[in-house]
Every structure is written in structure tokens, then in C-alpha cells.
């Protein structure tokens, strides 16, 4: 009998009832140091009592209206996305999908408003995750995602990761856009480039292509810079923004030029929820904590402690692990082994890891967690590291 709830998940067998900084507490009592957070999400860890007072005052205040009124907690959002990047207007969603549907129609509109309504190629990387709309799935195009969900919008074209010469070879005068991660999250926490990045805002540049980027994970203070993209020097001319932003709340935001956005005018895009100022009040408050320069110094230093024991853990298990690699608090460790293996022993010594594609143990850590936590994930993910060779010794 099919569950209550739709099995579209390999779930495993544990349910957190509690959340207090980097620490999840089971039902069963046990606490497990949380290097997930939700797959990067709970940005200022669990139950962080800044964004619970701001949560609470709003919650009893005004949840929701509709957005055929002014939303001046949204409008406050807006102010200061706008002020702390390239953007110049924003779109509130209730989750990253519909940032990429947004950034699909955007482009689209784009080059339809300047008479070349045929001019819908949008470029894309294998390896990317955009989301898994029947739009952000045509985006990435993997066989995993979309078999048995044909057809698919067209329009997108795929290109091989890490060949830029394959890039600028495809990008042309019927490409509208290309959408890009700064750093793949789910394809295996793989870092663009900024050489790369550069080529392809050049590219963009030249041939009047719009350039999306999607931080839906990297961005929001994860890299030790607000997003991703800064690190690289250049600007995308929209960018997609959820997870880390909300910090639990589902949010999401697309940002754009006043160029980009032209298109977009009333009655072009809407959301029912999206931009309601429950969610908008904690944006902000995450956004405000996490733009501040030491706090996002602080994300550098302790990413670099992090780094260190990590490459340690890496050479001290030759068998289990083949490098490190990220930027920031964006950690993948390149396994020997199925990552899914180093979950689950990550389990029994209570700590909490994501896999991602391209055999990578992902690690999204709060950006809140303290060095002794640092010190304390080491040992544990050494602990799991070892119940893996145990299980490799044995079995030979
Ligand atoms: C998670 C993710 C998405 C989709 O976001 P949802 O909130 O799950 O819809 C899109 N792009 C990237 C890079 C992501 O990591």
C-alpha cells in the first residue's frame, strides 16, 4: 500500500523533533551535529533566537496579503538586495523552482519584447540542479530527472562541464541566456572557474546573451562572500536566490537588472505567497546578519579551519577519500566510496552529511558553526571514516 505520504524520497529512519544551533535532537533523545542544515538552508543554524524574535513579532502582527496591495516588508527586502548587489529590481518566491521558472519566462520575454521571439536557446551545464519543475528539469536535462516526464519545454541545451571552449563555441546569436551555478551543489560541489565565470560573462557580453546565475545554495554569505559570483569579478544580469535566505522560512528571490527585467510588466508573473511578509521580515533579518562584513570574514575563517582538518582527514584515509574540494563553507569530499555509505556512518557517529552526484560527500555546515563544533564534525567524520575501511577490511 503506497505510504500516506508520496515515497518520491529515500528518507532514512530518523525524525528530529528539536533544533538548537548546529544540533539536531532525535525523537529518541540522541543529538546529531548538523552539517547539512537542511541542505543548506538553515544559514544561522537551528532555532536561532535573532531570526525567531523577528519570526514571532511578525507572526503576530500580519502573516499574509495578497500582492495587489504594497508589502512593505517585501518592498524593505527588495531595498536591500538592491543596495548589496548588482540588481536593480526582485521577485519574491516561495522556493528556488520558481526562481529558475522566473528566470526562463524573464529571458524569454526579454528577447520577445525586442522583436526576436524565437530567440529562446537557454545554455546550461551537465551536472546542474535547478529545481524540478517541468521547467528547471528541461534546464538540467539529466536522464535521472526527466525520463518519463516528456516532453520537455524546449530550448535547452546542455554542455559538457569544465570545457569553456565547448561554451564559446555553442553560445551564438540564438542564444538567449545561459544559466549557470557559480558552484554546483547537487552535481558534486563543483567550483566554476573564475577564469571560466569571466569567459562566460564575456561571452554573454558579446553576443547580447543574458547571463543567470543560480545561487539558489552557493549564494547568501555561504562562500564567505555574500554570493558566489563576486569572488570571480563579475556580475549575472539575473540571479536566483533561495535556501540559505530565508534561514528555514521557504523563500526565494530573483534579482535582476532593470534591463533583464524589462519585459516583466504587470500581469506578466505572480505568486500568491510569494513576497508574503512573514517570510520577507525573516529574509531580511538573515540578510542583515549575514551581509555584515565580519560575519561573512568570519564564514572565510572558519572554512579555512574546516578546510585543514579536512584535507588532514583526507590524507589520513587514502582509501575512503580522494580530495576536497569547495569554496567556503560549500565543502565536497570527493569519496572512494559511495557517499551514500559515509551518510549512513556518519549516522552512527551522530553527525550529519548530504550526498551529492559525482561520488561528493557534501558538507553545508550552519554558517553560525563555532570552532570547537569544527573540531567536534573532524572527529566524527574520522570516526565514520573508519567504520568505512573497518567495513572495506572485512569484506576483503
Ligand atoms: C535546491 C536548488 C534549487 C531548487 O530549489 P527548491 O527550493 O528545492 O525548489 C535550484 N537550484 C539550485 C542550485 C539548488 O541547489
Redesign the pocket.
Known amino acids: 500500500m503506497i505510504p500516506t505520504v508520496l515515497p518520491t524520497y529515500n528518507r532514512a529512519p530518523i525524525a528530529f523533533v528539536k533544533g538548537e544551533g548546529s544540533w539536531l535532537t532525535a525523537e529518541d533523545g540522541t543529538r546529531y551535529l548538523d552539517l547539512g542544515s537542511g ?2 538552508v538553515n544559514a544561522l543554524g537551528h532555532a536561532n533566537p535573532a531570526l525567531v524574535a523577528t519570526l514571532t513579532e511578525q507572526a503576530g502582527r500580519l502573516w499574509h496579503v495578497s500582492n495587489v496591495y504594497r508589502v512593505p516588508e517585501q518592498e524593505r527586502l527588495a531595498d536591500l538586495l538592491v543596495a548589496k548587489t548588482f540588481a536593480d529590481t526582485v521577485f519574491f518566491t516561495n ?6 521558472e522566473l528566470a526562463i519566462k524573464m529571458a524569454r520575454k526579454y528577447w520577445y519584447e525586442k522583436g526576436e521571439a524565437d530567440r529562446i536557446e537557454i545554455l546550461t551545464f551537465e551536472g546542474a ?4 519543475s517541468t521547467g ?1 528539469i528541461a534546464a538540467a536535462g539529466s536522464e535521472k530527472m526527466v525520463k518519463g516526464f516528456g516532453p520537455l519545454m524546449p530550448g535547452f541545451r546542455q554542455l559538457p562541464w569544465g570545457d569553456i571552449a565547448a561554451f564559446e563555441a555553442a553560445i551564438g546569436p540564438k542564444t538567449a541566456a545561459v544559466m549557470v ?1 557559480p558552484i ?3 552535481g558534486g560541489i563543483r567550483v566554476m572557474p573564475d577564469a571560466d565565470l569571466r569567459r562566460i560573462r564575456e561571452a554573454c557580453d558579446r553576443t547580447g546573451a543574458l547571463l543567470i546565475m ?5 549564494g547568501v554569505g555561504r562562500t564567505g562572500r555574500l554570493f558566489a559570483h563576486e569572488w570571480a569579478g563579475v556580475t549575472p544580469d539575473i540571479m ?1 536566490v ?2 540559505g535566505i530565508g534561514g528555514g522560512f ?1 523563500l ?1 528571490a530573483v534579482l535582476a537588472t532593470e534591463k533583464a527585467a524589462s519585459g516583466m510588466t504587470p500581469g506578466t508573473h505572480g505568486s500568491t505567497y510569494g513576497g508574503n511578509p512573514l517570510g520577507c521580515a525573516v529574509g531580511a533579518k538573515v540578510l542583515e546578519i549575514i551581509s555584515e562584513p565580519d560575519f561573512l570574514a568570519e564564514v572565510g575563517r572558519k572554512a579555512g579551519l574546516l578546510r585543514q582538518r579536512l584535507e588532514a582527514l583526507v590524507a589520513s584515509h587514502p582509501d575512503v577519500f580522494e580530495g576536497v574540494r569547495g569554496q567556503g563553507l560549500m565543502i565536497g569530499l570527493k569519496c572512494r566510496v559511495a557517499p551514500a555509505d559515509l551518510v549512513t556512518a556518519g549516522y552512527a557517529e551522530h553527525i550529519l552529511t548530504v550526498a551529492a552526484a559525482d561520488n561528493t560527500l557534501r558538507l553545508l555546515p550552519p554558517l553560525t558553526i563555532s570552532d570547537a563544533e569544527i573540531a567536534e564534525a573532524a572527529g566524527r567524520l574520522e570516526a565514520a571514516a573508519a567504520r568505512i575501511e573497518q567495513s572495506l577490511s572485512s569484506s576483503q
Open positions: 541542505i543548506a522556493s528556488g523552482t520558481e526562481t529558475a540542479f535547478h529545481g524540478r528547471a551555478e554546483q551543489g547537487e543560480d545561487e539558489v545554495q552557493c536566483m533561495a535556501k521557504p526565494g
